[in-house]
């Protein structure tokens, strides 16, 4: 018995090893494997965490923001408007997004219209297309209009530094303007800017798009041998007057056929401008202020032009009508009368004045 006992406890001792050995495997690869779906849960957490900030609403409050971000403005400059405004509260995330596009330095300037309820993600796409400034300028208006409607948008801080580059005798030069400034060597259109461009390099922008649409008029045979410059002071003149594209060709033969016979031209626009009063109506006294562009007192035409032309009173300059119209008046209607002799006129004033249609007494 006792040979027997001392045979079974070495064999029973191995196995009992074995299995421990075996039990503890077991346990490691369980341990593992749990380890492994906790770091699996916890990089998914992470992961839809890091998904709830990237396009998730930058706030829980709804609210509206203008960033305005000037040409040349550095990428940290940007995140930090951003995280000021209150529109990125975990800046890495754009940092995310830069290094996956690989376009952090080309976040383009413009001025954002933001909302609260944008993601991260949104507002990086935003910026990457940009936003400039939109500036329209109509027919008929005057370098003084575009200068306040510059300054109303804030690409520009002060009207003045538009007005005055309209005069600086270099730009003049430059651009072959044989006038007292760039009035009415501006396309009328619709631009686009990024903040932070000079007055300087607006007007060039304007200037440029000018000479570029109207290269081929440029060029064009002109009516009595007139210069670049007067067909463009006329062609203003009519901008203003006309009120329905029909009458233009007719309003610019007026002008001419008055060229022709050395009389004065008496355009009320002409005075308006001098005066900068273009709504009220002009006095006697009005009439007579001293001023090159007075066409009461001073025959011919102006030193330039007094407003933006469209393409109609430009062709109007180019081609007017052939008539013998001396004279209009207006209707009251968005139309003129037309005559050929002062008596004419005179009866065409006193039926619209005695009706109403008509401000003043004689309107050529």
Known sequence: MTSDNQDRAPHGSGEDSGGDRRRSGRRWIIGLLVL??????????????FRRLLDGSVSPRDFAVTLVVTRGAPYRAIVEQLRSAGLLRHPFVFDYLAWRQGKGARLKPGRYQLRSTLSPRQIYDLMLRGAPIRITVPEGWTVRQIAARLVDEDLIA???????????????SRHGIAAPSAEGYVLPETYFFDPGVTAGEVLELLVGAFERHHAAEAGKPRPASMSWNQVLTLASMIEREARNDAEKSLIASVYCNRLRRGMALDCDATVRYALTKWREPLTRTDLKTASPY?????????????ACVGDGSLAAALSPAQSDFLYYCYRGDQSHEFSRTAAEHERAVEKFLRKGLTGKAAQQ
């Open 158 to 172: 002060d009207a003045e530094s538009f007005t005055s580059a309209t005069t600086d005798a270099r730009f003049l």
């Open 294 to 306: 007075n066409t009461y007192l001073n025959k011919g035409l102006p030193p330039g032009p007094i």
């Open 36 to 49: 492994a779906v906790l770091l699996a849960a916890a990089a998914g957490s992470g992961w839809l965490w």
